[in-house]
């Protein structure tokens, strides 16, 4: 996600020291476990929060896989400017910080820098997922296949129900399938 992540790690660490939107004032905790093995894999970014470090980025994806070291590697794909747009990629690792549920990671793009990543809802499938963290101020609608109208209205919905102020979610142009 554009570096969906790319920047979280410096905006988490700031984000408590400088003003701005909150999204959720009380955001929630991790509604369910993850399966690690399960959310692994390829999602496309539905709509998310934006945010100075995903300015101009359309078709977002970020990809999960396990590393050699037993942390998660994390690779974000934005296109600049437009779905056809350059390609920019980042790429980070990603650590469990809940091992009771798994719904909580750190993440990192700059050295020792990390930025929380919850995963607050997904499908019992795993084919969509809600991503935040502590402070309200960060929001990401995720889904395993290029969103359909219908499938953002019910991330939107979910999101809404969790008590975010969906009128901040910026929508993610993706490529036609």
């Known amino acids: ?8 790690g410096v905006a988490f660490s700031l984000g408590a020291c400088v003003a701005g939107p909150v999204g959720n004032p009380s955001p929630p905790q991790p509604a369910k476990a993850v399966t690690l093995d399960r959310y ?11 945010m100075r470090f995903e300015k101009g980025c359309e078709g977002v994806t970020a990809e999960y896989s396990k590393r050699p070291d037993g942390l998660i590697r994390v690779l974000n794909t934005c296109r ?10 980042s790429e980070g690792k990603a ?5 009771a ?4 990671l750190k993440v990192s793009f700059f050295g020792p820098f990390y930025g929380d990543y919850w995963v607050l809802d997904h499908g019992d499938d795993y084919d969509w997922s809600i991503v935040g963290e502590g402070s309200g101020r ?12 219908a499938d953002r209205a019910a991330l939107t919905a979910r999101a809404k129900a969790l008590g975010y102020d969906v009128g901040m979610l910026r929508p993610t142009k993706q490529p036609a399938p």
């Open 138 to 149: 960060y929001l990401w609608l995720l889904s395993r296949k290029l969103p359909t109208d």
């Open 40 to 50: 692994l894999g390829k999602w496309y970014e539905v709509a998310r929060y934006d």
């Open 101 to 104: 549920t798994n719904a909580k």
């Open 80 to 89: 600049q400017g437009a779905v056809d747009g350059p390609i920019k990629t």
């Open 1 to 8: 996600m554009k570096f969906v992540l790319a920047m979280v």
């Open 95 to 99: 650590k469990v910080v809940d091992a």
